[in-house]
Nanobody, 117 residues
Framework: VQLQAYGGGLVQAGGSLRLSCAAS????????MGWYRQAPGKQRELVAS???????HYANSVKGRFTISRDNAGNTVYLQMNSLKPEDTAAYYC????????????WGQGTQVTVSS
């Protein structure tokens, strides 16, 4: 599975950005796609995830501000980020989990999101 991420950039606090990630290759019928982020000196953390059935999960820090969605036909996941804060600044990584037990894990290249105060 290959993951190609798009989006990211520099935005002022309170602004919005949209990330996209397209998966290609041997895509499982049942999978979970999501976004993680890693700020300098910090561990990588889950931002949001969405299953093929539409079940979503969000980190508490982004609830109400970020929305994850997906296009199953295009194997693409989106992350709409609103009301961005400087603490959202990080490299954002697309993630795919599929196969039996969702044990096949793949990562896309990171895309930088920088929020200025």
């Amino acid at each position: 599975v290959q993951l190609q991420a798009y989006g990211g950039g520099l935005v002022q606090a309170g602004g919005s950005l949209r990330l996209s990630c397209a998966a290609s290759g041997s895509i499982s019928n049942i999978n979970v796609m999501g976004w993680y982020r890693q700020a300098p000196g910090k561990q990588r953390e889950l931002v949001a995830s969405i299953a093929t059935a539409g079940n979503t999960h969000y980190a508490n820090s982004v609830k109400g501000r970020f929305t994850i969605s997906r296009d199953n036909a295009g194997n693409t996941v989106y992350l709409q980020m609103n009301s961005l804060k400087p603490e959202d600044t990080a490299a954002y990584y697309c993630n795919y989990r599929g196969g039996s037990g969702l044990l096949w894990i793949y990562w896309g290249q990171g895309t930088q999101v920088t929020v200025s105060s």
